[in-house]
């Protein structure tokens, strides 16, 4: 379940704490449960923290502790901690409340309880979820008997009440790890301009192509139709199957399907094809003369493969004059890059061999990394941290070598596959890198459309 701090909060929450911060999420209680059994085993002894309340009337506020916490019972004098408000009622507006002079005993350290800041309690004991809310206490909250409100109170800063939709403790970390890539910011907006990118995305008007074709290429259970059905997923609003998907020894793709995707809010088809294909196997599977005719448009939609012979120019629906609109405009690699370094020879040798094919035809290259969860644990838990992982950025590096593509060519990805629902950073990730292929069909098409006015100016001067 992504977390519900962006980037704004987080700038403004460094300034605040006086240096850059790195903040890894370690608690919240609509994914963890709102007991202190949980809260203790998840945040205690872990280093400074910040614990932020999102109450129902879409007010964010919260306190920071530069002491770890901890389960015995008592008072502890921090004299470096605070509250603050980030919003009120989704307005931004952030402010500061430091501790009073003199004041001590501000944090309660217990067993018992949730984090509990004087003035800003948060739960004793367990706390159940009502119609996804959480009533946590709200006594003496934001009273300035500890913490200076500044003219402000309760009613002004949460609107009265405690009773909140999630509640998140994140461990602050010195200084901002070096991030090896650009990182998109972690937050819903990027994910909607994601999607009216993809939305409004054409193929290059003078190519008279309606619709760019994307063949997706990857060994047996690499995660192509997964890729798929991620796709199709974000768009459609909810978790989908299109193409079959699981674990089994061979490809559970035996067709070549051409998969277009809905977008649920308009109704309309996007203007990309999906090609899936049969998973690459050493002795069976797709062959070189099958990847060839895909390639350069002869293929029907919905071919069925033979894993032990190629495809013929006699088959039912050979194209045998492909016209651009038919042929494949990008090709992306689907590699499990937790298992890359492992990869069998036959396989390997394969990839490289559709790889001079997709040279020859001057049609884009690029490689999907999947299953980067299960190359780093941190990733696992939290998928910000991708651009942040330095066994990622080795997957990536080395991946990029071994195919000979420059590493900015080779993205990381996770597809849906254990989540029952639609999360943030999974779907801004998945996106990323679907619009990075829309711009590389483009491109080829770009150059496609020079060559036939090249060869046609070529034509008219012999004429």
Known sequence: MAALLINRDKKQLSE???????????????????????????????????????????????GYASESWKSEGEWYTDKNSFLFKLYTISKWQPKIFPLKGGKTSNLYFDSGNGPQFEDLMSFENKVDSTLGNFSLNSDNMFESRYYDSKNEDAQSIANGHNNVTDMEVYLIKDGLPVSWRQSPAWEEQTLHTLKDSIRSFSPLKDSNVSEVNILLVGHVGAGKSSLLNTINSIFRGEIS??????????????????????????????????????????????????????????????????????????????????????????????????????IPEGISKKLM???????????????????????????????????????????????????????????????????????????????????????????FLENQCELLEKGATQLNVKD
Not at 34 to 56: A, R, S
Not at 396 to 416: G, M, W
Request: charged share 25%.
């Open 16 to 62: 605040w704490i006086g240096k850059d911060c790195h903040f890894k999420l370690l608690y919240k209680i609509s994914r963890d449960g709102c007991t202190p059994q949980k809260f203790h085993e998840l945040c205690d002894n872990k280093g400074p923290t910040v614990t932020i309340f999102y109450n129902t009337d879409n007010n964010v506020y919260g």
């Open 353 to 443: 061999d559709i790889r001079e094919m997709i040279i020859d035809r001057g049609i884009p290259l690029l490689v999907f990394a999947t299953k980067i969860d299960k190359v780093c644990s941190l990733v696992d838990e939290n998928v910000q941290e991708v651009f942040h992982s330095q066994a990622v950025k080795e997957m990536v590096e080395n991946i990029a070598d071994s195919i000979a593509i420059p590493k900015a060519h080779v993205l990381p990805v996770k597809n849906y596959e254990r989540e029952g629902c639609l999360e943030t950073d999974v779907s801004i990730l998945a996106l990323n890198a679907l619009k990075q292929a829309l711009v590389f069909t483009n491109d």
């Open 241 to 342: 199957s299109r193409a079959w998907t699981g674990s089994s020894q061979h490809s559970l793709t035996t067709s070549f399907n051409k998969f277009r995707v809905r977008d649920q809010s308009s109704g309309n088809f996007l203007k990309f094809r999906l090609c899936d294909t049969r998973g690459l196997e050493e002795s069976l599977g797709i062959k070189n003369d099958d990847i060839v005719y895909i390639l350069d448009g002869n293929l029907p939609n919905n071919y069925k493969f033979n894993p032990v012979a190629a495809a013929s120019s006699d088959i039912n629906g050979f194209q045998k004059h492909p016209t651009l609109k038919d042929k494949i405009h990008l090709v992306v690699f689907v590699l499990d890059g937790s298992t890359f370094d492992v």
